[in-house]
């Protein structure tokens, strides 16, 4: 019954007794309901069912199979109108093949819709929109193909498929779940292996002993009621030895293995991700509750301490995702890197990692600004201006981060969200327009110390200059930042030239030792450990009644600084008065003809 698009439905009772029926196809019409075939009764092997095409089509109901034949079926239901498949739907059918593919708006298969069946030996779910598989009747699937069925991210458990020798699924993660089970069997077999030949006492002694033991213990040594007489003998599951076929095999970008490889990384990460927040959190609330005069350097590392605490935030995310699902990712991978979860991190470390090498490269054109000139107070950097190119830079890194979220490039190619995809040459050419960009920085950051230290060993200018000693400190730890950015930046410009020199795996090293060691570090740099911080600190402690005489103290410290420092600018303009009426004194008149 093909192509008969009027026919709008097939009465119950149409297909009654037909023992020599091999072949029924029912495609292509335009019926409602799932057509009758109850009473078939067909005494043929290998009997083959066609029911595709028909759009209308919403359900398969319970026992919709039952009686169709007591031999082996084939059953091709493929593009219809399926929606859901209910509880007991194949029960009384001996299952050979259960063709389901492109059925795409098929969401749910009941979790007894296989109860009661023999079988299926191949299951084809292709181009569906099944989120799950059923819970029960999957044991004799030998053959599971579930291609470009995205809407499938989580497997049942393993232990379902205990006949699976083939599979061809969506996901590579998915393959990596058989991979890992099969390396537990295969280790389980090895022991059976070994294990002696089965005592004729093991049945006798079996009976003897009240014991139960764990069903993880494939091999049980009995020594307890005969003593010296030991034996071994195998469960079933031992003599089942796994050939399983997987594709999509898992690539270089995603082997199979959780979030943080390696132990020693999960524990690192979070004392990294406290730290990093912690400090930060600290150093913005003291600077931004500061009572004095927000200057250019205040400023600019309040810019540096957001960026290191979105920093924090992103390992943070990692580290809080990897736990959840420590030895089951391969359940969660898809979900992860293409849900929000995933651009949300991405966006955090792009921002963060842009907009700090962007206020660190500030921070040191500012010092070498300020040194080098010095004696002329007129040119030094305002505050407005500050804003304005901090303002340029969260423009800069705000695009930077977004751009992956656009299409260019993206963050689900990798398992720690950080845009790797070079497929297309836009993705190629974003991902080197960063790293050349953060290299032309560790540049400029060099170059500009290296002109500061060559002005802070003249003695005559050091004297004169208050800001030497704080440019001496800034240059080593700047310069200490960059270069722990340097192995980042090498390896990753490197794989962006499709010459990948390390593995997703030991990049992960990099991405906890390197990647974030400044935003944890920086605000203890720069900040905490600076005398003017630890005032701000009392200070404000002061206010909640505590540390009140350390707070009185740099109170009265920075008076008598603030009134030194004030003497010393009103000499030094008095001399630069006096020097400028000289030069003036000094200049020779016109002689009149």
Known sequence: IQNTKNLMDIERGAFVNLPKLKYLSICNT???????????????????????????????????????????????????????????AFNGTKLDKLVLRDNRNLRVIHDYALEGASGPNVL?????????????GLEPIQVLIANSSYSLKKLPPLDKFVSLQ????????????????????????????????????????????????????????????????????????????????????????????????????????????????????????????????????RFLMCNLSFADLCMGLYLLLIASVDSKTRSQYYNHAIEWQTGAGCNT????????????????????????????????????????????????????????????????????????????????????????IILV???????????????????????????KNKDTKIAKRMAILIFTDFTCMAPISFFAISAAFKVPLITVTNSKILLVLFYPINSCANPFLYAIFTKAFRRDFFILLSRFGCCKTQAELYRVSTLSAYNLNFRKHSSLAGANKNSQRNTFVLVPSHHRD
């Open 166 to 297: 083939r599979a061809e699924l969506t996901y590579p993660s998915h393959c990596c779940a058989f991979r890992n089970w099969r390396r537990i069997k295969d280790n389980l077999s090895r022991q059976c292996e070994s294990s002696a030949t089965r005592s004729p006492y093991a049945d006798e002694t079996l009976k003897k002993t009240d014991k139960t033991y764990p069903p993880d213990n494939y091999s049980v040594i009995l020594e307890e009621e005969n003593e010296g007489i030991s034996f071994d003998f195998d469960y079933d599951f031992c003599q089942t030895k796994m050939n399983l076929r997987c594709t999509p095999v898992p690539d270089a970008f995603n082997p199979c293995e959780d979030i943080m490889g390696y132990d020693f990384l999960r524990i690192l990460i979070w004392f990294i991700n406290i730290l990093a927040i912690t400090g930060n959190i600290i150093v913005l609330l003291v600077l931004l509750t500061s009572r004095y005069k927000l200057t250019v350097p």
């Open 30 to 88: 335009g019926i409602r309901l799932f057509p009758d075939v109850t009473k078939i009764n067909s005494l043929e092997s290998n009997f083959l069912l066609e029911i595709c095409d028909n759009l209308y089509i919403s359900t398969i109901p319970p026992n919709a199979f039952h009686g169709i034949s007591n031999e082996s079926l084939t059953m091709n239901l493929y593009k219809n109108g399926f929606k859901v498949i209910q509880s007991h």
């Open 124 to 136: 084809d779910i292709s181009s569906t929109s099944l989120e799950s598989l059923p819970c029960h």
């Open 437 to 463: 960009l953060n290299v032309i920085a560790f540049l400029v950051v060099c170059i500009c110390y290296v002109k500061i230290y060559l002005s802070v060993q003249n003695p005559d200018f050091a004297a």
């Open 345 to 432: 991190a991405g966006f955090f470390t792009v921002f963060a990692s842009e907009l700090s090498v962007y206020t660190l490269t500030v921070i040191t054109l500012e010092r070498w600004h300020t040194i080098t000139y010095a004696m002329q107070l007129e040119r030094n950097l305002r505050l407005r201006h500050a804003i304005m190119i901090m303002i340029g830079g969260w423009i800069f890194s705000l695009s930077m981060a977004l751009l992956p979220i656009a299409g260019i490039s993206n963050y689900m190619k990798v398992s720690i969200c950080l845009p790797m995809d070079i497929e297309t040459s836009v993705s190629q050419a974003y991902i080197l």
